[in-house]
């Protein structure tokens, strides 16, 4: 399974940033899609995770101003990013959970100045 990301970058604080993930491979029974973010001496935390019936969970951090969403034919997920802040800065990992395997992407950087 890989994971391909893409969409992030430096942005000033009040902005927005669409991540994108593709997935391809061994794909089948796909549970979840979601993304975790990482910053700097933190841990990963999860952001957002949509299940394959499309239930959405995200972390309060970022209720209300992301929005995550799936192309189940074309097995990606969406994070769009909006208001963003300077605390939203990390570098972003999209994963994908096959049965009770999770997979993850290299992760891309969002940096968001003040």
């Known amino acids: 399974v890989q994971l391909v990301e893409s969409g992030g970058g430096l942005v000033q604080a009040g902005g927005s940033l669409r991540l994108s993930c593709v997935a391809s491979g061994m794909l089948f029974s796909i549970n979840a899609m979601g993304w975790y973010r990482q910053a700097p001496g933190k841990q990963r935390e999860l952001v957002a995770v949509i299940t394959s019936g499309g239930t959405t969970n995200a972390a309060d951090s970022v209720k209300g101003r992301f929005t995550i969403s799936r192309n189940n034919a074309q097995n990606t997920v969406y994070l769009q990013m909006n208001s963003l802040k300077p605390e939203d800065t990390a570098v972003y990992y999209c994963?994908?959970?096959?049965?009770?395997?999770?997979?993850w992407g290299q992760g891309t950087q969002v940096t968001v100045s003040s």
């Open positions: 994963y994908v959970r096959i049965r009770a395997t999770d997979y």
